[in-house]
């Protein structure tokens, strides 16, 4: 088997985990992942890493040109595109796909301190209510759209370099 028959999409902890089921089971595997902070997250998995953003088309190729033949889903639960790009293109191509849902971990969270948005643009409505400094804790791909949203504010981006 090539490591290209068996795809695992995310930059998760969940997909680490799921890597290091394939790797005991010594099963060939690439594990895509968005950004290089995804990569070295990656660690010492067995599998090889690919890096960078996949649209729709460039996934159907990516699946025909590897020959791949399952597809495992363990994106961030919030990566909705990836998640519907990527069953549009196992279905073009005829790829079996397997969805990880990580189970849910903020609808019973209360406290008169938080604050529950749907969008970024609610969260910086939200946001505007209160003092002069926001602090980001959310990845880097929307940062231009808070900080369009929040241009009276003082953004701090929290930011974790990744490095073991």
């Not at 067995?46 to 890096?51: P, T």
């Not at 889903?73 to 990527?86: F, G, I, K, T």
């Not at 073009?92 to 609808?107: D, F, H, I, M, N």
């Amino acid at each position: 088997m090539s490591y290209g028959e068996v795809l695992v999409m995310g930059g998760t902890s969940d997909a680490r985990a799921l890597c290091r089921q394939l790797d005991a089971a010594n099963v060939a595997y690439t594990l895509s992942v968005a950004t290089p902070a995804g990569k070295t997250l990656a660690g010492d998995i067995k599998g090889q890493v690919r890096c960078g953003r996949l649209e729709y088309g460039q996934m159907v190729a990516w699946l025909k040109e590897n020959r791949t033949r399952w597809v495992i889903d363990a994106s961030h639960p919030y990566a909705e595109m990836v998640s519907h790009n990527l069953l549009r293109a196992c279905e073009t191509a005829g790829v079996l796909l397997s969805r990880y849902q990580r189970p849910e971990q903020l609808s019973n969270l209360t406290h008169p301190l938080l604050y529950t948005a749907r969008s970024i643009a609610d969260a910086c409505e939200i946001a505007r209510r209160f003092g002069p400094r926001v602090l980001l804790t959310t990845g880097s791909k929307d940062l231009a759209v808070w900080r369009a949203g929040l241009a009276e504010k003082r953004c701090w981006r929290a930011y974790c370099p990744w490095r073991r």
